[in-house]
């Protein structure tokens, strides 16, 4: 075979083309141009034009959460790096694989606060999984290799890759070779679990009388969908999915009982605290699901799956600890749990309770059905027409706060991957770009971002890489003229002051903001108009629609865990509370 | 006082992963040592961590997930051997320092001396160490550099490296 000689920037390309990467997205600037002139050269990564390198992360970063594979992007040095970081957090703090790369000054002027430098090895340290500063351009392609081994393997997170601009002079010319094996030193992985461990859950298993099931996105990271449906009903046990687990267990399924945490149902909590047997599979006990974790699950036994050691027994000590990658794990419980002596009906009386618990305060679905005085359109309807009209299959992105909520509780999430949030750093303006790269990923599938006229405002740029690139994403604004989480707060923490939270006279018309990139806008403001226009939304295939609801501005989300408290003690709405 | 032994990447970077987990966790460091080793592609580090209460084997647990961490080992939980080196500049004759030290048992040499001050180095257990730099206090005390605790487990096992893990792809 011919040698094949590069320079950095040209090995830079062809080793993500090598490693199966057909898609980036990026911006271009002065530490980054010999890349962009690379990149120019080929054809086998195409490079995505964002408007906010914020964007250019969270596009990867959807499309890596929606594809299981690693999401890609490039920036420039100095604002370019910076502006990356909050979707490098972003996808650090929800455990998702990227692969960030980003220009930097020449290696002579590092050091020297030259144009647009920063230090973006020590910006980001602590939060990337690892980083790289290349120091030769003969290692980038090895750099590379191990970056999207270590973003992927075990548990899943963010590497940044910075590359000094003289490295990949397009003068500089060595042969390029793409390594097939590499070499981490002392690296671990977790796979399966210890034999002995696998007994020790299934006794506790099946010795439960009061068994719960709690997936989270670890789950979903290991695709243990399958397994876990398996597991769920050899347990005929109730099923609760956290945040960022939603879909890894089907929430038509009887067994569910919907999300947990701070805006759970009330049947999932309930089944929390009182259960006598906590699995978690791929969850990390996160302040958002235990509440006070000295009143956390008193009465249960727990036993904990998760690909990160450190995550076990940082939070809440637990009796049964199995690190290793859930799918496998699962399967491996499975097996035993089909080989002893089990009969799952003894669990009947449980699971009724749950149903009993769901009868009495679950979430209230025939809101629809309801005659609303006025013709004010509640949030939550908006969420239940959106999931009518789409049949329940869309991909829907969102961003952070009452509307994210909204989301995760009335659209029912049937398959993982399909639900797309800042669930651990909460990220506002994450829900367009996170579209983004999910309808790249996806071009024929239905992809929606529900989101607040407070969040979209975040990254609303990108309506301009939508008009670009041709992408028909449905916007869905629940629009209640306010930042409605933190006003939630306002009214139940502190008397009701609105501070900051109000912009009313200042918002702009949504509907001619869309128009003028060159999308459809249409404004709803009435009950009896909802259905209508979110199915012609739906219907209008290849366009992007921003749908702008106006809904009721003092509704809050339930139930609501109350601070401080255990997992029972809930706000169920304005007026009901289930503690004194 | 927990001494943790640890071996990283000799690598550019790799130290203030190190260093920023502790701020990051919200952990504190007491003390640091630093070098290579025996092979220049590994650095070696002792920590001591004084904290109450501090969550040890978290701490271990976040230090091994960097991936320029190597190995790590709880010192305090191996029969160990911990040893620190202070150098010490007192406004004092050598002959007063001698009496000052005579409760000691650590090693100890003058290094430098004149009529009104003496540098000199003690070589022993950190505790002692400090035990004397809190009694030194009330003398009139120039300046004083530590090494941070050093350590390793008694035997003859070594925190050895894993091999370096190959990953191949087909």
Same mark, same amino acid.
């Given at each position: 075979?011919?040698?094949?000689?590069t320079?950095?920037?040209?090995?830079?390309?062809?080793?993500?083309?090598?490693?199966?990467?057909?898609?980036?997205?990026?911006?271009?600037?002065g530490?980054?141009?010999?890349?962009y002139?690379?990149?120019?050269? %080929?054809?086998?990564?195409?490079h995505?034009?964002?408007?906010?390198?914020?964007?250019?992360?969270?596009?990867?970063?959807?499309?890596?959460?929606a594809?299981?594979?690693?999401?890609?992007c490039?920036?420039?040095?100095g604002?370019?790096?910076?502006?990356?970081?909050?979707?490098?957090?972003?996808?650090?703090?929800?455990?998702?694989?990227?692969?960030?790369?980003?220009?930097?000054?020449?290696?002579?002027?590092i050091?020297?606060?030259?144009?647009?430098?920063t230090?973006?090895?020590?910006?980001?340290?602590?939060i990337?999984?690892?980083?790289?500063l290349v120091?030769?351009?003969?290692?980038?392609?090895?750099?590379?290799?191990?970056?999207?081994?270590?973003?992927?393997?075990?548990r899943?997170?963010?590497?940044?890759?910075?590359?000094?601009?003289?490295?990949?002079?397009?003068?500089?010319?060595?042969?390029?070779?793409?390594?097939?094996?590499l070499?981490?030193?002392?690296?671990?992985l977790?796979?399966?679990?210890?034999?002995?461990?696998?007994?020790?859950?299934?006794?506790?298993?099946?010795?439960?009388?009061?068994?719960?099931?709690?997936?989270?996105?670890?789950?979903?990271?290991?695709?243990?969908?399958?397994e876990?449906?398996?597991?769920?009903?050899?347990?005929?046990?109730?099923?609760?999915?956290?945040?960022?687990?939603?879909?890894?267990?089907?929430?038509?399924?009887?067994?569910?009982?919907?999300?947990?945490?701070?805006?759970?149902?009330?049947?999932?909590?309930?089944?929390?605290?009182?259960?006598?047997?906590?699995?978690?599979?791929?969850?990390?006990?996160?302040?958002?699901?235990?509440?006070?974790?000295?009143?956390?699950?008193?009465?249960?036994?727990?036993?904990?799956i998760?690909?990160?050691?450190?995550?076990?027994?940082?939070?809440?000590?637990?009796?049964?600890?199995?690190?290793?990658?859930?799918?496998?794990?699962?399967? %491996?419980?499975?097996?035993?749990?089909?080989?002893?002596?089990?009969?799952?009906?003894?669990?009947?009386?449980?699971?009724k309770?749950?149903?009993?618990?769901?009868?009495?305060?679950?979430?209230?679905?025939?809101?629809?059905?309801?005659?609303?005085?006025?013709?004010?359109?509640?949030p939550?309807?908006?969420v239940?027409?959106?999931?009518?009209?789409?049949?329940?299959?869309?991909?829907?992105?969102?961003?952070?706060?009452?509307?994210?909520?909204?989301?995760a509780?009335?659209?029912?999430f049937?398959?993982?991957?399909?639900?797309?949030?800042?669930?651990?750093?909460?990220?506002?303006?994450?829900?367009?770009?996170?579209?983004?790269?999910?309808?790249?990923?996806?071009?024929?599938?239905?992809?929606?971002?529900?989101?607040?006229?407070?969040?979209?405002?975040m990254?609303?740029?990108?309506?301009?890489?939508?008009?670009?690139?041709?992408?028909?994403?449905?916007?869905?604004?629940?629009?209640?003229?306010a930042?409605?989480?933190?006003?939630?707060?306002?009214?139940?923490?502190?008397?009701?002051?609105?501070?900051?939270?109000?912009?009313?006279?200042?918002?702009?018309?949504?509907?001619?903001?869309?128009e003028?990139?060159?999308?459809?806008?249409?404004?709803?403001?009435?009950?009896?108009?909802?259905e209508?226009?979110?199915?012609?939304?739906?219907?209008?295939?290849?366009?992007?629609?921003?749908?702008?609801?106006?809904?009721?501005?003092?509704?809050?989300v339930?139930?609501?865990?109350?601070?401080?408290?255990?997992m029972?003690?809930?706000?169920?709405?304005?007026?009901?509370?289930?503690?004194? | 006082?927990?001494? &943790?032994?640890?071996?990283?990447e000799?690598?550019?970077?790799?130290?203030?992963?190190? =260093?920023?987990?502790?701020?990051?966790?919200?952990?504190? =460091?007491?003390?640091?040592?630093?070098?290579?080793?025996?092979?220049?592609?590994l650095?070696?580090?002792?920590?001591?961590i004084?904290? /109450?209460?501090?969550?040890i084997?978290? &701490?271990?647990?976040?230090?091994?997930?960097?991936?320029?961490?190597?190995?790590?080992?709880?010192?305090?939980?191996?029969?160990?051997?911990?040893?620190?080196?202070? &150098? &010490?500049?007192? $406004?004092?004759?050598?002959? /007063?320092?001698?009496?000052l030290?005579?409760?000691?048992?650590?090693?100890?040499? =003058?290094?430098?001396?004149?009529?009104?001050?003496?540098?000199?180095?003690?070589l022993?257990?950190t505790?002692?160490i /400090?035990?004397?730099?809190? /009694?030194?206090?009330?003398?009139?005390?120039?300046?004083?550099?530590?090494?941070?605790?050093?350590?390793?487990?008694?035997?003859?096992?070594?925190?050895?490296? $894993?091999?370096?893990?190959? =990953?191949?792809y087909?």
């Open positions: 075979m011919a040698k094949i000689m320079s950095g920037g040209e090995a830079l390309i062809r080793a993500l083309a090598d490693e199966n990467v057909d898609i980036i997205f990026g911006y271009p600037g530490a980054a141009l010999h890349i002139d690379a990149i120019y050269q %080929q054809d086998r990564v195409q995505i034009l964002v408007r906010h390198e914020q964007a250019a992360t969270h596009a990867a970063d959807g499309f890596a959460r594809t299981g594979k690693p999401g890609v490039l920036v420039t040095s604002p370019g790096a910076t502006n990356a970081i909050t979707g490098i957090a972003t996808a650090y703090m929800d455990s998702i694989p990227l692969v960030v790369i980003s220009g930097q000054v020449p290696n002579h002027l050091g020297t606060d030259a144009f647009q430098e230090d973006m090895m020590g910006i980001s340290r602590p990337v999984k690892h980083s790289f120091q030769k351009p003969e290692e980038i392609p090895v750099i590379i290799k191990k970056a999207f081994h270590i973003a992927t393997s075990g899943p997170g963010p590497v940044v890759i910075d590359v000094p601009k003289n490295l990949t002079d397009p003068n500089e010319k060595f042969e390029y070779k793409y390594p097939s094996d070499y981490l030193r002392s690296f671990a977790y796979d399966e679990a210890e034999n002995s461990e696998v007994k020790q859950a299934v006794k506790l298993l099946t010795e439960a009388e009061r068994p719960v099931i709690y997936a989270g996105g670890g789950a979903v990271n290991s695709n243990a969908a399958e876990i449906y398996e597991f769920g009903k050899l347990m005929g046990c109730p099923v609760t999915n956290t945040l960022m687990g939603l879909g890894v267990y089907p929430a038509s399924d009887e067994q569910f009982v919907g999300m947990l945490g701070m805006h759970g149902t009330y049947e999932a909590n309930m089944v929390m605290h009182e259960a006598d047997l906590i699995m978690a599979i791929g969850a990390r006990f996160d302040d958002r699901i235990t509440n006070n974790p000295n009143k956390f699950g008193l009465k249960a036994k727990k036993i904990h998760d690909s990160d050691p450190s995550s076990i027994d940082k939070i809440i000590d637990v009796d049964v600890a199995m690190t290793g990658n859930a799918k496998k794990v699962i399967s %491996q419980i499975n097996k035993e749990l089909k080989s002893v002596n089990f009969d799952n009906k003894k669990f009947d009386p449980w699971m309770k749950a149903m009993q618990w769901r009868a009495k305060h679950g979430l209230n679905h025939n809101m629809l059905d309801q005659k609303n005085p006025g013709d004010i359109i509640l939550q309807q908006v239940q027409s959106a999931y009518k009209a789409t049949d329940g299959k869309a991909f829907v992105t969102s961003d952070v706060g009452q509307h994210q909520m909204f989301a509780q009335y659209y029912h049937n398959e993982p991957r399909k639900w797309i949030n800042s669930g651990g750093l909460g990220t506002m303006g994450f829900g367009l770009p996170a579209a983004m790269g999910v309808k790249f990923a996806f071009p024929d599938e239905t992809v929606a971002c529900i989101t607040g006229e407070g969040s979209i405002q990254c609303i740029q990108e309506l301009s890489t939508c008009g670009q690139y041709g992408l028909p994403i449905k916007i869905i604004n629940l629009n209640n003229r930042l409605g989480m933190v006003k939630q707060w306002q009214d139940m923490q502190y008397g009701g002051r609105y501070s900051s939270i109000s912009y009313e006279d200042s918002l702009p018309d949504f509907i001619k903001l869309a003028s990139y060159g999308h459809v806008g249409m404004k709803v403001e009435k009950l009896s108009e909802l209508a226009a979110m199915e012609e939304c739906f219907a209008l295939k290849d366009k992007l629609v921003f749908l702008d609801v106006y809904v009721d501005p003092d509704e809050h339930y139930p609501m865990l109350k601070a401080g408290g255990d029972s003690e809930m706000f169920l709405s304005k007026t009901e509370k289930t503690f004194e | 006082m927990n001494h &943790i032994a640890l071996l990283m000799n690598q550019p970077g790799a130290l203030s992963r190190v =260093i920023g987990l502790f701020s990051q966790r919200g952990y504190n =460091i007491d003390s640091l040592s630093v070098a290579p080793t025996q092979d220049e592609t650095s070696r580090l002792t920590m001591t004084g904290e /109450e209460g501090a969550d084997n978290q &701490i271990l647990k976040q230090l091994y997930k960097l991936v320029d961490v190597v190995m790590v080992q709880n010192l305090s939980e191996a029969d160990a051997l911990t040893l620190e080196l202070a &150098i &010490i500049k007192l $406004n004092k004759a050598k002959t /007063e320092v001698g009496s030290l005579k409760n000691y048992e650590f090693e100890r040499e =003058i290094l430098d001396e004149k009529d009104n001050f003496t540098v000199f180095k003690v022993g257990d505790k002692e /400090e035990k004397l730099l809190s /009694e030194l206090k009330k003398e009139e005390f120039l300046e004083v550099t530590r090494s941070g605790t050093l350590g390793m487990t008694k035997g003859n096992e070594s925190l050895a490296t $894993n091999d370096q893990t190959k =990953i191949s087909d």
